[in-house]
């Protein structure tokens, strides 16, 4: 089972050698995705084992795989697959108008690989220090894909991502040194004083002061990963500037994948600290929710809506780790599972739009569900979905965080509605105008290909799907996975 | 390896501790003087110094601790930060780009030395040896190398240039750094390792947009980094 757990990244990033092929766009494309299914599976199989059988470990914890990492692995890997999917399509479009060429098709192909490669690696350690080391390495990666197209824009923010971000890896190196030098009190090994179960089990004997510092820098350090505000900067040009499907990528499995690492940290930190955890959570939260929603507002460059669409969301995730209890844990990871597909969706709909009407400015598209029907149907029912609108799986998880929220204090949780509204109006008519409405002349009518539909199509059933009913099996990993951090 | 011994022979009195601290001082110092500099050139070669001190640190730990690893990464240190980022820096950015005096710095060198300065005293206010669980290293390190993570943010913020930034990230890594071998010398050497990956891997992919992007804006200063604005 070990091995299966150690191919789960591998498989990905086995995409990385499509390179060195003699392959087409078409070729390099399937490649990635190919990888990327078989990963998927794998996770699938993993989770399976997980749920059953209880965590996976093996070469003294730097193979560690319990509930929680295999429920964010199983979210990152079909975020992975859909985005692969759409990288078929969007290889393809670039070779054909020639706006790549053959060494930029190449190092996309790389860096996707590596990017979706190492985040699903570093889900699956239970080193702290490797987990720190990966999460760096796929962020390397992703820079490469956001300063791709070469231009002085895409180069600009790529710049302003990988200084920003190294910025804030380097804090949360500082916290993982605290975290280590917190555990001197314990009698273990040094490596097993990196090792997170090691340190969840003796997590009540941990130093305090260096345990707070440590906190608080992953908070900040991560939380600049995860673009909770004010570290959320970089977040809307790199996703404005990247690929569509890297947009994709960056919106729906990294910023999660610094997520859960703030949950590994809040678990280890929670029975010394208590409640102060959360009351960081919750300030982060609300700041991030404040700022994502009044940025969407503004109407301009639809890829930057989305991306401070993801601010809001991220926010919502920490308010409910910060709402805490079971209640405030299930809605936070049945969020991100959902938020994470829909994001997905919403990014690859913008690249198929972008492709067409060759503008990135939502007042320049206009009836895309005249010329387009698919598209516009996704991007309308996606954006619905990702306002938390029924039937969709949002609205579940958005739900449910309230819920927890109305446990603890009821004036948070109005305040967290209260913006969810302004959220939903700044959002929806931005996209209600561009999918609605007469469509000027000249965007050509294109034919809709099979392979650009299918992770489209495929993120919007799940979507309905977790909104109707949550299979029996993804209910008791969560419940598991809760059970694997309190 | 037992805590008792290490205390022992890093303590401040003993003579490693004592070169220790010495080479914290000078590294700081480093960071001061890049910090009251306004050419390019000056920044990589205090940058240089700084880390070949640093390498210096890392091998009386070494030493001091019986750390075999620890040797590895204080060679590694000296090689990879003391010359090569500091020559690629020079050949491929301020060679390539003529570049010599930095103009975009956004408050005067005065102003950022006095600033430096309340940072370390802020540094030393804050992590006062005694809040250390254990008195294990000099007592001296430990905030001076956050003095060196703070001057190093500090100089990052107050300039603009790419390149200036980049020198910005570096000394603030080279202060984590100090921090991680006194307090921590026993992380295991894969994790160190694999830091050290990165940060090579980060120092090539930001040498390559610095001179992708000075090539197409004729200027990498930040300021002119204007595009992408609301």
């Known amino acids: 089972m070990s091995a299966l757990a150690v191919l789960v990244p591998v498989l990905p990033l086995l995409g990385a050698l499509a390179p060195l092929a003699p392959l087409r766009a078409r070729g390099l494309g399937f490649a990635l995705a190919g990888g990327a299914v078989g990963g998927f599976a794998c996770a699938v ?3 399976v084992h997980v749920a059953g059988h209880g965590a996976l470990e093996a070469g003294s914890g730097f193979l560690y795989v319990d509930p929680l990492s295999s429920f964010f692995t199983l979210t990152i890997a079909f975020v992975v697959t859909l985005a692969s999917l759409g990288s078929v399509g969007y290889l393809r479009n670039e070779e054909r108008t020639g706006e790549l060429n053959r060494l930029q098709l190449r190092l996309y192909t790389a860096g996707f690989a590596l990017f979706g490669g190492l985040m699903l690696a570093s889900l699956e350690t239970g080193n702290l220090g490797l987990l720190w080391v990966l999460i760096e390495a796929s962020t390397l990666a992703s820079a490469l894909l956001v300063g791709l197209e070469g231009k002085a824009r895409s180069l600009e923010a790529a710049w302003k991502y990988i200084i920003i971000s190294s910025f804030g890896v380097t804090m949360a190196l500082v916290a993982t040194l605290f975290l280590f030098y917190a555990s001197s009190p314990l009698a273990l090994s040094p490596n097993q004083r990196l090792t997170w179960p090691a340190l969840f089990v003796h997590a009540g004997l941990l130093q305090r002061d260096s345990l707070r510092l440590a906190f608080l820098l992953a908070v900040i350090g991560y939380g600049t990963k995860v673009g909770l505000a004010p570290m959320h900067t970089w977040l809307p040009d790199a996703h404005s500037e990247a690929p569509s499907p890297a947009s994709a990528m960056l919106s729906a499995a990294l910023l999660n994948t610094g997520m859960y690492a703030i949950v590994r940290f809040q678990a280890v930190a929670i029975p010394e600290l208590g409640r102060y955890t959360n009351h960081v959570l919750l300030v982060f939260g609300f700041a991030s929710i404040a700022i994502g929603a009044l940025f969407m507002v503004r109407r301009g460059n639809f890829k930057r809506l989305f991306a401070y669409s993801s601010v809001e969301h991220m926010g919502i995730i920490s308010v409910a780790l910060g709402f805490g209890g079971v209640l405030g844990l299930y809605g936070a990871l049945l969020h991100t599972l959902n938020h994470a597909i829909g994001k997905c969706v919403l990014f690859l709909t913008s690249g198929e739009v972008v492709q067409r009407w060759r503008t990135r400015d939502a007042g320049g598209v206009v009836g895309v569900l005249t010329r387009a029907p698919l598209v516009g149907g996704v991007l309308l029912l996606g954006s619905l979905a990702i306002l938390g609108t029924p039937p969709f ?3 579940l998880s958005e739900f449910t965080i309230v819920r927890a929220g109305f446990r603890g204090s009821a004036w948070l949780a109005f305040l967290l509605l209260a913006l969810l509204v302004l959220a939903f109006i700044a959002f929806a008519r931005t996209t209600a105008d561009m999918a609605t409405g007469e469509p000027a002349e000249g965007v050509a009518q294109e034919r809709q290909s099979i392979v650009t539909a299918l992770p489209l199509l495929a993120g919007m059933a799940a979507l309905l799907l977790l909104g109707l009913w949550i299979p029996g099996g993804l209910n008791s990993l969560i419940m598991r996975s809760i059970g694997a951090i309190r | 390896m037992s805590v008792l011994a290490t205390a022992e022979s890093l303590s401040a009195t003993s003579t490693s501790g004592v070169l220790l601290d010495l080479s914290a001082v000078v590294m700081l110092l480093c960071a001061f003087a890049c910090l009251g500099s306004k050419l390019f050139d000056r920044y990589v070669a205090y940058y240089a110094v700084q880390s070949i001190v640093l390498s210096l640190a890392a091998g009386v730990v070494a030493y001091a601790l019986h750390q075999p690893a620890l040797w590895a990464l204080a060679v590694l240190t000296f090689l990879i930060k003391g010359l090569a980022i500091p020559l690629a820096t020079r050949r491929f950015l301020l060679d390539r780009l003529e570049l010599h005096r930095d103009v975009a710095i956004s408050t005067g060198l005065s102003t950022s030395l006095i600033i430096g300065a309340f940072l370390t005293a802020f540094a030393y206010l804050a992590i006062r040896p005694s809040t250390l669980p254990h008195a294990l290293v000099a007592s001296a390190v430990v905030p001076l190398s956050t003095a060196i993570v703070l001057l190093g943010g500090l100089a990052m913020v107050v300039r603009r240039h790419t390149i200036a930034q980049l020198i910005g990230w570096l000394i603030l890594e080279n202060g ?33 947009f610095v001179s992708g992007l000075a090539l197409r804006l004729a200027t990498a200063a930040a300021p002119e980094l204007r595009e992408l604005r609301h």
């Open chain 1, 45 to 47: 199989a993993v989770a």
């Open chain 1, 393 to 395: 799986g949002l609205f």
């Open chain 2, 176 to 208: 984590v750094f100090l921090g991680a071998i006194t307090l921590t010398a026993t992380f295991p050497f894969i994790v160190e390792a694999g830091i050290f990956l990165d940060l090579v891997a980060a120092v090539l992919i930001m040498i390559t």
